[in-house]
């Protein structure tokens, strides 16, 4: 025992020291003032991998390479939905990009972008304009909500980690106004939460609120009954889970209603306000908390870039990932509508596609300022995995269908070996541990500034 876990901590400490840049060698960032310049934006899964791709391997040349995001750290979007359930603290999900441009050698400037001109070959962001040789743009999606704008305004998302911290102030602060509200009608409105879109997102967000309410906060609210709560996953069309096979969809379904998530197929919601969620059909379903995950778009930056764009805003590419007429502007990830050779439908918005797509457009950079020709992305798809809350996921891996505790142990070990940083997947790791012992985060962090103390 004493040997295994003595194992666990020398994994643990050098992978700490490999993540902070101690084992490897730290490139240096130094910049000729004839180098070119490649500026990467965004630091998601697909801008991260970009400009590292770059940093590391442009031996030989000299590459200034510059990445710019709004916020100083990575986001590993697929556990934020457990930071808004309380199932892990906001910290553990997030990667400072700084060690990274440290531990590979690239520079990193906190902005926001506010456009593009090609022409000028210049980034414009809110701390001025930054020129670029070459341009890879990585800026992701944000909620597609169709045009509605009332939808808009009064549900929540769940993109940034400020939107998952949002979240779950806003379930556990209805489950404190609850305890001390004498309406029944305003009490089931506090405690029903509605999760609009039955994609991945949606199927994981619901049953995990489900479980946060069942397994923590029904214990902790005695005054609020078991019927009270309800948690519904509402969706457009007829099924939940299309992208998966239909008996890992069917199986999803099932498990989410064994757990009580109440799931309405064939029911678009075409208003929000303070009531609640109105459907086509007139209904109205009163709830204080609409959560919205029913659709993506890419960054409103793209819509000024040439080419062809698809119906959710992203922008044509061709096989070397390049915009149309600009050789050295390259755009990745769920900005892009990149489609392989015959294929009828463009890669999915995905984290997988995306790492593949910085890589490739980076790599197409170093060839290019090498006098070599481009190459195409050569995407390995790797399959599906759902969690469907404690101790169940569906998961369908290079065609292995999995389900079950099987498929929850699989979603945990494939996601904790993704995630960047070993103080992020030990914190992750002792989160899961505490959520065994029905103990999540369930303090309302209060991000407003307190009032000044005296004296101070
Ligand atoms: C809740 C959730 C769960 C998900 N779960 C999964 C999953 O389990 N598996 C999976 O494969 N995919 C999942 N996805 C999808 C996956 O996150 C995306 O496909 C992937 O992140 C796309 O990578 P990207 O680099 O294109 O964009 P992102 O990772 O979104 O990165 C975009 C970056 O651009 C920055 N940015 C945006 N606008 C600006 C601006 N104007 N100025 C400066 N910076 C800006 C953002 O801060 C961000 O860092 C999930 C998405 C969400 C929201």
Request: some cysteine; hydrophobic content about 40%; charged content about 25%.
């Amino acid at each position: 025992m004493k040997k295994a876990l003595l194992g666990l901590g020398l994994v643990g400490a050098v992978g700490a020291a490999a993540t902070y840049g101690m084992t490897r060698r730290s490139n240096s960032s130094y910049v000729s003032p004839n180098a070119k310049r490649a500026v990467v934006l965004g630091a998601g899964f697909a801008g991260l991998n970009a400009a590292k791709t770059l940093a590391r391997g442009r031996d030989g040349l000299d590459l200034d390479v510059l990445l710019i995001d709004r916020f100083n750290f990575h986001l590993f979007t697929p556990i934020l939905y457990q930071v808004a359930t309380g199932g892990v603290g906001p910290d553990n999900i997030a990667h400072p990009v700084r060690y990274v441009a440290r531990a590979s050698g690239f520079r990193f400037q906190e902005s926001t972008v506010e456009g593009v001109d090609l022409e000028k070959q210049v980034v414009r962001t809110d701390d001025g304009e930054v020129p670029f040789d070459y341009l890879v743009v990585a800026l992701g999606a944000t909620a597609n909500f169709f045009g509605m704008k009332e939808v808009e305004e009064n549900s929540l998302t769940l993109k940034t980690l400020g939107d998952g911290i949002n979240i779950r102030n806003k379930i556990i602060d209805a489950f404190e106004r609850a305890e001390v509200e004498t309406d029944p009608e305003q009490r089931r409105a506090l405690l029903t939460f509605i999760v609009v879109g039955a994609g991945p997102t949606g199927v994981e967000l619901a049953t995990s609120i489900r479980d946060l309410i069942t397994k923590v906060l029904l214990k902790d609210y005695p005054k609020i009954a078991p019927a009270e709560a309800r948690v519904l996953l509402v969706e457009a069309l007829p099924k939940a889970l299309p992208m998966l096979a239909p008996d890992l969809a069917e199986n999803a379904v099932r498990t989410m209603r064994s757990k009580g998530v109440e799931i309405l197929l064939e029911t678009p919601v075409v208003s929000v306000d303070e009531q609640g969620a109105r459907t086509k059909s007139g209904e109205l379903i009163p709830a204080k908390t609409v959560i919205w995950t029913a659709g993506v778009k890419a960054s409103e930056i793209i819509a000024s870039l040439p080419g062809e764009k698809g119906r959710d805003g992203r922008v044509r590419v061709n096989r070397y990932l390049q915009v149309e007429g600009h050789p050295n502007v390259y755009v990745v990830g769920d900005c892009a509508m990149y489609f392989e050779e015959g294929a009828e439908r463009p890669l999915p918005p995905n984290a997988p596609v995306a790492i593949e797509e910085g890589k490739t457009a980076a790599r197409n950079i170093l060839r290019d300022l090498r006098g070599e020709d481009p190459e195409v992305l050569h995407y390995v798809r790797q399959g599906e995995l759902v969690s469907l809350g404690r101790s169940n996921a569906v998961a369908d891996i290079m065609g292995i269908k999995l389900t079950g505790i099987i498929g929850w142990l699989t979603w945990r070990l494939v996601y904790v070996t993704k995630l960047m940083g070993a103080k992020n997947r030990l914190g992750i790791l002792l989160d899961w541990t505490f959520n065994t012992f029905n103990k999540r985060e369930t303090s309302k962090l209060n991000v407003e500034q307190g009032p000044a103390q005296p004296g101070r």
